[in-house]
């Protein structure tokens, strides 16, 4: 009795290796069931965002094939049905694979042509006769819709998220520029004592970092604009009508707003990952900016006595579970951290883009997977830097002053009058007899206070 109960609670599904039991309660079938069981590798699955870029795909095929009188109105129908609710996100929990599996991304395609199938068949009731292969993955291999999506899903990321918070990040800036335009501090380079700027000066290098690297990214995305869709199995578009391609690129285009297009040569579109290379690389470019403007921020807000001092930044938490008071910078902290995964990702998605071998790449699921977790964190920790710490810095003027006025490289200032070799003397004799740079000028008899004081414009 208690078999017959537990046999209840499992269907029979049948494909070419032969039958498989899956849940009842599950809307995949066989080639999904035998990837859950094959690869039980890590934690990582496969992310909704490149599941949903599938979903938009199959939708414009469905559309296509119709159009190309090569399906009938119903099954269109239904496969449009099905993947609408897909969108919606109601069958998310359907779509459980691991990234470590076929480096092709075939299992998760046939995940979401049977996924598809079996919402399809439901709608149509009766009449349902759906096929996965047949109907939903029809003029289609994963060898050219799995690197279609990768394309659709990062361009979508990009423009979507974030864009927007790069924007956020650099207005951020922009205004603490003009705010503190004026405020006059000393510079530094080598970590070492230099000629002096202003404040909002330093904080337009900061805003210029961004808008620099979001121009390289926004370029990086002409090229990932061109899919592979048409392609089929190796390039030759096998089973495909002749224009199937461009008619599903612009049916992509119009279902998500954003101009895609079909490949030129789709031998180059299946094996080649170099699109998106370049566009994590100008990722990358970003992530060195922003570690560089975290570290500039920590190492300026440092102290608050012993260290530098010049900026103060939010205090969000308690730094320490063992010194009372002490608060760190924890958004630079965090920002931090991610740059370094994002540099990390770029090496994994660069030598997984160099394993194209003959007319395909298998290793596909671990770039979009390095892509995207790039693009996430990236997002994530730009929002949650300016909201949590760029928006509320502020100056400390009473340390900005005393940093400036003690500075020996005010000296260079003189140079221009008094040569290189007699503004050097009098910077080192300051410095080994602390003093100012007045003082040494007179105590050298190279300038008297009166003529320091007309000369010093800085």
Same mark, same amino acid.
């Not at 399809?120 to 819709?145: A, M, R």
């Not at 990236?378 to 928006?391: E, G, Q």
């Given at each position: =009795? ?25 809307? %995949? ?70 990234? %470590? ?35 939903? +993955? ?33 207005? #951020? ?21 230099? #000629? ?9 290098? %900061? ?8 121009? =390289? ?14 392609? #089929? ?25 954003? /101009? ?69 910078? #924890? ?71 005393? +940093? ?33 740079? /007045? ?20």
């Amino acid at each position: =009795m208690k078999e017959n109960i537990e046999e209840k609670n499992y269907r029979i599904e049948h494909d070419s290796m032969g039958d498989i039991k899956v849940a009842v309660d599950k809307l %995949w079938g066989a080639q999904t069931q035998r990837s859950l069981q094959n690869f039980q590798i890590g934690t990582e699955k496969m992310p909704l965002e490149i599941i949903k870029a599938l979903v938009i795909l199959k939708k414009a095929a469905a559309v296509s094939n119709f159009e190309l009188q090569l399906m009938p109105l119903n099954i269109k129908d239904a496969v449009i049905y099905a993947c609408d609710e897909i969108l919606l996100g109601k069958y998310n929990d359907q779509f459980p694979l691991s990234i %470590w599996q076929t480096g092709s991304g075939t299992q998760t395609n046939m995940n979401v042509n049977e996924v598809i199938a079996h919402l399809g068949n439901d709608y149509l009731g009766e009449k349902g006769n759906i096929h996965p292969n047949d109907d939903v +993955n029809k003029g289609q291999s994963s060898n050219d819709t799995f690197p279609t999506a990768m394309h659709m899903v990062t361009v979508l990321e990009i423009e979507d998220k974030l864009i927007p918070a790069i924007k956020k990040l650099e207005d #951020t800036f922009k205004v603490l520029s003009k705010q503190y335009k004026s405020l006059k501090k000393i510079g530094r380079t080598h970590l070492q004592d230099a #000629t002096p700027l202003t404040l909002g000066q330093e904080i337009s290098g %900061w805003e210029f970092c961004l808008n620099k690297t979001k121009s =390289m990214i926004e370029s990086s995305l002409e090229y990932l604009r061109e899919l592979a869709i048409g392609g #089929t199995a190796v390039g030759t578009g096998i089973n495909a009508h002749p224009d199937f391609g461009k008619m599903v690129a612009e049916k992509i285009s119009s279902f998500t707003g954003t /101009k895609f297009v079909s490949a030129e040569n789709k031998f180059h579109a299946l094996t080649s990952k170099d699109a998106l290379v370049n566009a994590h690389g100008a990722i990358k470019a970003l992530a060195a900016d922003l570690l560089k403007i975290a570290n500039d921020i920590r190492w300026l807000a440092s102290g608050p006595r012993c260290g530098i001092g010049e900026i103060i930044i939010p205090e969000n938490e308690p730094g320490s579970s063992i010194m009372p008071g002490k608060v760190n910078p #924890t958004q630079c902290e965090a920002l931090s951290m991610v740059c370094c995964q994002v540099m990390a990702n770029d090496t994994a998605v660069a030598f997984a883009a160099s394993q194209g071998n003959f007319q395909l790449n298998v290793y596909m699921p671990v770039i979009i997977h390095n892509v995207l977790q790039s693009i996430k964190i990236l997002t994530d920790s730009i929002n949650s830097f300016n909201k949590n710490c760029a928006i509320g810095i502020r100056p400390n003027r009473k340390k900005i002053n005393s +940093n400036l006025e003690s500075s020996l490289m005010l000296v260079t200032v003189l140079t221009p009058h008094i040569g290189y070799d007699k503004a050097a003397k009098i910077a080192k004799y300051a410095h080994e007899n602390d003093l100012t740079l /007045k003082e040494s000028a007179e105590k050298l008899n190279i300038l008297t206070k009166e003529e320091f004081d007309t000369l010093m414009k800085y």
